[in-house]
C-alpha cells in the first residue's frame, strides 16, 4: 500500500495520497482545507475543513473518523462541504454513527454546488463546478481575492490616488486568483466544459488509467480520464502545474513516471506532475 506523502508545488503544500477505488485524500494545509477523506490519514485530522466531491466509499469513507479524530483532540468542530445531492445521506450517515459511538460527533454540514461558493477564510472561498461521475460529483475551485491599484491609477504620483481617493472614488479592484482547482472522480468532458478547470494555476486531474490495459472508451464507462484523453486535449490546458493522480492500483510508481514520460506531448510534460510516493 502507498504510504501518505507531501511535497511542494507552485509553493503550495499538498499531502495525502489518490488511488482509484482504494483512498483519496488531498490535504493542502496552506489553505486550511483537504479534498475527501477516503480514509482519513494522520495529517488530514488537523485540517477544519473538507470538501467532498462525491460519495464513493474511496473519497467519504473516512468522514466520521476524520470528525471523531478532531473530537477526541478537542480540535474545534470542522466544517463539511457536499454537494446537495449527497447532503441528506451524509446527515443519516454521522445520525448513525452517533447512536453507534455515544457521541456527538459535531460538526458542520454545509451544501453547495455549481454556482454558489463556501468562504473558507477573509480573501479564499470553495467554488464547486460540475464534474461527471457514475455518482453525483463536484469539483472545487479555490479562488482567492485580493485588491489591487485601479489598471487606471497605477504608476501616478501618490499624491493623484490620494486625491481620487478623497473624492470618494474607489482606487482598487478586486481581482480573482484561481489557486487551486480539483476535479474528483469525473470524465475528461470536464476539461472541455470548465474553464476553472483549464486555467487554474494548479490543477489537480484524476488520471486513472493510463495505457492499453484498459481503453479509452472503457475509461468512460467507467466514469474516469484515459492518459490518451488529456494528451489529445494538450493545447487547452493553461495550467502552470498539473498534478494528477488517482491512478488504477495496476501501476506501480515506476510504471506511471514511465508511462508519462512516454507518452505526454511536450507541451505538458514539463507541467506534469504525478501524485505518487517518491
Ligand atoms: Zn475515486
Ligand atoms: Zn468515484
Redesign the pocket.
Known sequence: MARAHGFSILGIEVRGL?I??IE?CIDLPGFGVAFDVGRAPEHVIARPTVLFTHG?M??MGGAAYHCALRGLRRLPPPTYVVGHENVAAFGELFAAWRKLDRSTLEHELVAIGPGEEHAIGPRLVARPFRSLHRAPCQGYALVERRTRLRADLAGLPQAEIRAARSRGEEVTDVVEDIRVAFC??TLIDVVDREEVVRTAKLLIL?V?FLDDRVSPAEAREKGHVHLDEVCERADLFQNEAILVT?FSARYGPADIRKILEARLPATLRDRVVPFIPS
Open positions: 489518490s482509484g477505488g483519496t464513493h474511496d473519497h474528483g472522480d484524476e486513472t488517482h
